[in-house]
């Protein structure tokens, strides 16, 4: 059975050491996780908060970025790196930030404007400026959906960090393309195990951030504005 064949290789220390071995594909995959994830935020929250909070464009700019979705992000990476093959992690994380975006620029965008109207009124009344308004009324109200988006993007990456494999950059890709061409499948299936255990334990994470950066009631409020 191929499921007690992967985890025979799993549980076998030969397979997790070395150059090549998944503790350091395991890294290199987390660390272009991050790198794509902090990069797609800091491009995408602020132009969120700000069109969402402008009320300029947000509809437009968050549907463009939703059709970037449709890219396949494969062909996307391959095409870069065919642009530029003297930097394929440069290329990589290029298109794999296109993957990330969209999610972040929607829930940032969708928590400014899910803001309940008397909290901004009240602190047009209270004199506060656009940026204080922003800053102390919308962002905080803003949050659930906001880190929700930056969830639903870690989750897409890490899941499709693995074609950085196409370009040789490494990555769980790496181990998962030498299975196939060896026609070694226990490897390949305890590789794709690993990459689905990773994306489970990367939401678990960001679930327990979520918690500690989101007050209860913001959370709960967020769960009713969605489920109506």
Avoid at 66 to 86: D, E, I, W
Avoid at 103 to 130: C, E, F, K, N
């Amino acid at each position: 059975m191929i499921l007690v064949e992967a985890l025979g290789w799993l549980v076998d220390p030969a397979n997790w050491q070395g150059p090549d071995g998944l503790l350091v594909r395991l890294g290199e995959h987390l660390w272009f996780t991050v790198r794509v994830v902090l990069i797609a935020a800091v491009i995408a929250v602020p132009l969120g908060l700000w069109v969402g909070h402008s009320g300029r464009g947000g509809v437009t700019l968050v549907g463009a970025a939703n059709a970037m979705r449709a890219l396949p992000t494969l062909g996307l990476v391959t095409f870069l790196f065919l642009l530029s093959p003297s930097t394929p992690v440069l290329v990589t994380i290029a298109g794999l930030v296109v993957l990330a975006v969209p999610p972040i620029l929607a829930g940032a965008y969708a928590g400014v404007q899910s803001v309940d109207g008397r909290v901004t009124d009240a602190a047009i009344g209270m004199g506060m400026t656009g940026w204080q308004r922003l800053w102390q009324a919308e962002v905080p109200g803003s949050l659930p959906l906001l880190v929700g988006g930056v969830r639903n993007a870690a989750l897409q990456v890490v899941a499709t960090v693995t074609v950085a494999a196409y370009v040789g950059v490494g990555g769980l890709g790496e181990p998962l393309l030498v299975g196939l061409a060896i026609n070694e499948y226990p490897q390949v299936a305890a590789v794709a195990l690993v990459t689905a255990v990773l994306a489970v334990a990367v939401d678990t994470v960001l679930a327990v951030v979520q918690r500690l950066v989101v007050p209860n009631g913001l959370r709960l409020a967020a769960s009713a504005a969605g489920a109506t």
